[in-house]
Every structure is written in structure tokens, then in C-alpha cells.
């Protein structure tokens, strides 16, 4: 098959993430703007220059129907980043003030005792197993507690919510039936905290917040608050756990990087950056075509769907030195791993802070470890690693 040809049947899910860096190589090398075939149709867009360039310009790319292609399971647009200008503001305004870095840095105790505690599990975890999944007992784990606190959602509850990450944003693309299954039990979760605040319940963190909310001097409705708690709960599990699996899905792969940043911890903030430019758990986000444009002389059509790649943009050798190197120490590092302009992630200021204090404590406390069995680089799946005897 012919690099166009691969190109022509383009995708950013599942097993085609395994061998994705090769096809945004062959995009840049001969075919930056490009059409596939699935999931309906869809151009593609993998400079970074023309991803930030779409990124500010709402009056040509229409978020809507969503940024998920396929969607998370479910019909409703989520707020707020499947809404357009002027409606956009008023929905991301209520929740900046919570993630405000002011706002994060209120969590940071708990981040750190978290991650201790559950370094020491593993710890505890390798004293009586060779082989440990710290995906499963660390990665995963680890943003569900802290996000679930900042949300509000009850402590009790959280034994269900990998089973709905999973089903919800991995089994879309493979069975539909199943992702919209726990779509609907996770409305049903949603809806049920809902009723819950509007009985009189306290309601904790974000949930609380959003419920008491204005929006042009109304109460936000229901469906409102709905569309809101499928995303954060989406966005604020699934995301971190995977930056914080494939961060140290590479750490095992390179024992000379882990010696680095055992050595000189202060170095972890410019890896987690590195790591979020090539391991994105972001790899691409969906626009609409609301006019009739042109990008690097392909014309695209109004009503048309368009992917831009932003795990491609991070990869673009007009920007980046040696772009496939995951270089530890890389400075400056601008990257899309949290996309741009109006929708640029609400959640970057947590995502980061958690992975980089995760890092911190695993590291200092987890010894050398190499990979137990080959393992794909993405995803939240397992993650088994073996201690190799060194410090």
C-alpha cells in the first residue's frame, strides 16, 4: 500500500495508534492536508502551524456537532466544548475560577500525599510480585482520587468509573452499542448527583459549584448540568492516567532517563512536557468547515469535517528539532497538547501538576524498573513492569 493510500484510511484510534508516528511523518513528508475514509469522512490538518491557526478562528471552524469523532457515546453537544461563540463564554467562565492555578495549587497537599500513598503500594505490591501492572494500581488510580475530590463525587462511587472511561471513549470506535450503553449510566450517575443537590444534598467541589451557577441570570437546567458532568468526568479521569501510564511507559524503556531525573528531580517538569508533546493523550479534535476555506491550496468545503492532528503538530519538523526524539531536557517546548484559542483545555494547570508531582514520588520511591512485556505506548490499559535489581 502506497503512503497515500495509508493516508487515505487515516485514523487516530485504537490499534491505529500503535503505528500513528508513522503516518504523521509521511503527512508532512508528502501530504499535510488530506482526506480519510473513516468515520464518515474527514480532512486532515497536521501542521502545527495550521492547527493554531484554525484553533483561533471560530468564524470558519465550527466546533459542533462535536470535538469527539466518533462522539463520547452520546447525541448532546458537551459544555463547554462542543458550543460555539457567543454562547462559548458564558459556559467556560463559569468554570474558570476553579481552575485557575491559584485554584489547583490549593490541591497540591493532597496531590502529594496521594502519590505517595500509592507509590508506596507499588512499592509494597513489588515486595510481593516480580511483575506489577502500575497502571492499575498507580496511573490510573491516581487522577480518579484527586479529580474526584475537586468534582464532588462520592467516595463510594468511585469503583465504577474505569469501566465507564473505558467502555465510553475505547469501546466507541469498536462497538458503539456498548459505548452508548455507559453513556447512559453515566447520565444516569450525572443526573442523579443533580437531583441529589436539588433536594437539599450538599454537593461538594465543581458539582456543588455548578449547581448554585448563573448563566445570563438563570440557573443552569438540567441538561445543562448533565452535558457539563459527562465532560469533566471524561476529561478529568481519562487524560491524566494516560499521560501519567505512557510517561513511564518510556521511563522503562530508557533506564538512562530515569537515572536523569532520579539524579536531578528538578528536571521533571521539562520531561512531562516533553512527554505531552509525543505521548499526547490528545492525538487529534474535530472542527466543522462553516464556510468555504482553503488550506495549503486544498479546498475545503462548508458542512465539511475536519480532524486537526494535534499529535501530528507536536511532531512537525518545521518546529521541532529532531521531532521524533523524546528529548527529557527539551526547553521552550510549545506544544497542542492542550490544543488552542477558545478551547484550549480548562484542565491544563491540573493535568500538569499531577503528572509531573506523580513522577516526582513514583520515581523517588519505585527503583529501576524495565517494561515486563511489550506494551503499547497509549491508552490506559495495563502497564506491567519488573524491578531490574539497579537504583
Known amino acids: 500500500m502506497s503512503d497515500n493510500e495509508t493516508l487515505a484510511e487515516f485514523d487516530f484510534h485504537g490499534k491505529a495508534l500503535d503505528t500513528i508516528f508513522d503516518d504523521y511523518a509521511q503527512m508532512h513528508e508528502s501530504k499535510p492536508v488530506g482526506r480519510s475514509s473513516k468515520y464518515g469522512g474527514f480532512w486532515y490538518i497536521c501542521k ?3 492547527i493554531f491557526d484554525a484553533e483561533q478562528d471560530p468564524q470558519t471552524w465550527s466546533v ?8 463520547f457515546g452520546t447525541e448532546m453537544p458537551l459544555i463547554p466544548i462542543d458550543i460555539d461563540p457567543p454562547t462559548h463564554a458564558g459556559f467556560r467562565k463559569l468554570l474558570l475560577p476553579m481552575f485557575t492555578p491559584m485554584a489547583i495549587n490549593k490541591l497540591e497537599p493532597g496531590m502529594h500525599s496521594t502519590a505517595i500513598e500509592l507509590s508506596d503500594q507499588v512499592k509494597s505490591a513489588f515486595e510481593d510480585s516480580d511483575v506489577v ?39 466507541r470506535t469498536k462497538s458503539p452499542e456498548k459505548a452508548k450503553a455507559a453513556g447512559d449510566d453515566l447520565i444516569a450517575y450525572v443526573q442523579r448527583l443533580i437531583d441529589d443537590g436539588r433536594a437539599g444534598k450538599a454537593l461538594e467541589g465543581i458539582t456543588g459549584e455548578l449547581l448554585n451557577a448563573t448563566i445570563d441570570g438563570r440557573p443552569l437546567t438540567d441538561d445543562e448540568l448533565v452535558s457539563y458532568g459527562y465532560l469533566l468526568f471524561l476529561a478529568g479521569l481519562d487524560t491524566t492516567a494516560w499521560a501519567i501510564r505512557s510517561s513511564l511507559w518510556y521511563l522503562a524503556r530508557n533506564k538512562e532517563a530515569q537515572a536523569l531525573l532520579r539524579r536531578e528531580p528538578e528536571r521533571i517538569v521539562d520531561a512531562a512536557e ?20 482553503t488550506v495549503r491550496g486544498q479546498e475545503i468545503k462548508a458542512g465539511e469535517r475536519v480532524v486537526l492532528v494535534f499529535g501530528a503538530g507536536n511532531r512537525d519538523p518545521e518546529i521541532y528539532d529532531n521531532p521524533n526524539d523524546i528529548d527529557i531536557t527539551r526547553e521552550n517546548n510549545r506544544h497542542l497538547a492542550f490544543g488552542g484559542g477558545i478551547h484550549r483545555c480548562l484542565g491544563s494547570n491540573l493535568g500538569r501538576k499531577e503528572l509531573v508531582i506523580s513522577l516526582e514520588h513514583f520515581l523517588a520511591t519505585i527503583p529501576e524498573f524495565e517494561l515486563a512485556e511489550e506494551e503499547p505506548w497509549h491508552g490506559v490499559g495495563s502497564l506491567r513492569l519488573r524491578l531490574t535489581g539497579g537504583e
Do not use: N
Open 48 to 50: 502545527s502551524e495550521d
Open 133 to 171: 501492572d502500575v497502571s492499575a494500581l498507580f496511573a490510573r488510580p491516581y487522577p480518579t482520587i484527586i479529580f474526584s475530590r475537586l468534582a464532588g463525587y462520592p467516595e463510594q462511587d468511585w469503583p465504577l468509573f474505569d469501566q465507564w472511561i473505558d467502555d465510553i471513549i475505547y469501546e
Open 274 to 293: 516533553e512527554f505531552l508533546r509525543t505521548l499526547s493523550p490528545v492525538q487529534a479534535m474535530a472542527r466543522t468547515a462553516k464556510q468555504d476555506t
Open 64 to 71: 459542533g456537532p462535536s470535538m469527539l469523532l466518533p462522539s
